[in-house]
């Protein structure tokens, strides 16, 4: 009669190989996911600095500063809000120029949704809160926006924005 002692026979010296073999793939598989989270951690910047762009825009449009908002928007930027279509041109002239109230304030709020990098192309969806008064009316407004941005001399500006109004009070 032959006596085994127990862990200590050749499917286990299989399986302590086999399981060392694990560990190491284990190790090196660890090592490279690491490495590329790493990697994309310029990624979370360059969502920042998107994000950014877009909140500074809607700063410049909340201080009737139409200098600034050209800082944040290309030349042939394309808006599109509630079925009209718009240039920059249009923007200033709507948000800024005919915007003469004396009293006018504008507060923003951002709840972003979703904010892709590709290399030079951004593309976010967010949900846009404002308070707004104007001629001592007040006024919230809510939209879901899209907007598409490109960069430009290492700037991110807007290319494309698309509104839909969600809310108005």
Not at 73 to 86: K, P, S, V
Not at 93 to 98: G, Y
Not at 107 to 112: A, I, R, W, Y
Not at 122 to 145: F, G, H, M
Request: hydrophobic share 40%.
């Amino acid at each position: 009669m032959r006596m085994i002692k127990p862990g200590f026979n050749n499917t286990n010296k299989v399986f302590i190989k086999s399981n060392n073999l694990k560990n190491i793939i284990g190790l090196i598989l660890t090592t490279l996911i690491t490495g590329l989270l790493q990697a994309q951690e310029p990624s979370t910047e360059n969502k920042y600095a998107v994000q950014r762009t877009i909140i500074n825009a809607f700063d410049a449009l909340s201080k009737k500063d139409s200098l600034m908002l050209k800082e944040y928007c290309a030349t042939d930027i394309m808006l599109f809000e509630n079925g009209a279509t718009w240039n920059l041109d249009t923007l200033i002239k709507k948000a800024i120029t005919l915007n003469t109230a004396p009293d006018f304030k504008r507060t923003n709020s951002f709840e972003f949704i979703n904010t892709t990098v590709n290399k030079n192309i951004a593309w976010v969806t967010y949900n846009l809160s404002s308070d707004v008064t104007r001629d001592t009316k007040q006024s919230a407004i809510k939209w879901l926006e899209t907007v598409v941005l490109i960069k430009e001399k290492n700037h991110w500006k807007i290319k494309v924005l698309h509104s839909t109004l969600i809310k108005r009070s």
